[in-house]
């Protein structure tokens, strides 16, 4: 799945600079829609659970942000994840699987043409499911992120993110990798 999800960033990259390869002037700017394919690394986190300590190991999964840029450092986006990890209890492993979603306001500063830093806060929801524990839960909570962007030209940046969630989980705190494309 890792080797898809790469081979996948590493098309889109190639397409997207062939396609709107131009002189980067500026990266900022407002009025623009914009989707970010992303592989992610969740940490893993313990938590009791009905009197129960189980410890979450680090994982991996993808997702999606969908956004609208609508002043030239503030856009608001829906993000959506989806990831795999195990989950230890009593000395044995059970297969774990999450789904996230959410809206972000997210801040982005440029402190070059190329390289920014961006900043969000929002609300999510998480689902996590573990069959062999009987794990079916749903919680929400306030999510929040900061990372940097790298611009390639006008319409296409890297993004490096790293996201935390006030959620009771196993699946802790998530590592993003992605590419922003705006439209």
């Not at 989707?35 to 410890?55: A, S, T």
């Not at 929801?125 to 749903?138: H, M, S, T």
């Amino acid at each position: 799945m890792k080797k898809i999800i790469i081979t996948m960033f590493l098309a889109l990259s190639v397409v997207t600079t062939a396609l709107f390869a131009e002189n980067p002037e500026n990266h900022t700017g407002k009025g623009h829609y914009y989707i970010i394919p992303k592989y992610l690394e969740i940490e893993g986190e313990e938590n009791i659970h009905e009197g129960k300590l189980l410890k979450g190991r680090s994982g991996s999964g993808y997702g999606f942000d969908v956004g609208y840029s609508f002043a030239e450092h503030f856009a608001m986006e829906f993000a959506t994840s989806y990831s795999t990890d195990k989950i230890d209890y009593n000395g044995a492993a059970y297969d774990a699987k999450y789904i996230t979603y959410g809206i972000d306001l997210a801040y982005t500063h440029h402190i070059t043409v190329h390289f920014g830093f961006l900043l969000k806060m929002g609300y999510g929801f998480e689902e996590e499911r573990a069959a062999g524990l009987n794990l079916d839960l749903r919680e929400h909570g306030l999510t929040y992120a900061g990372g940097f962007e790298y611009g390639m030209n006008s319409r296409t940046e890297f993004i490096l993110e790293y996201e935390h969630a006030l959620v009771d989980s196993t699946r802790g705190a998530s590592l993003f990798l992605g590419i922003k494309v705006k439209f």
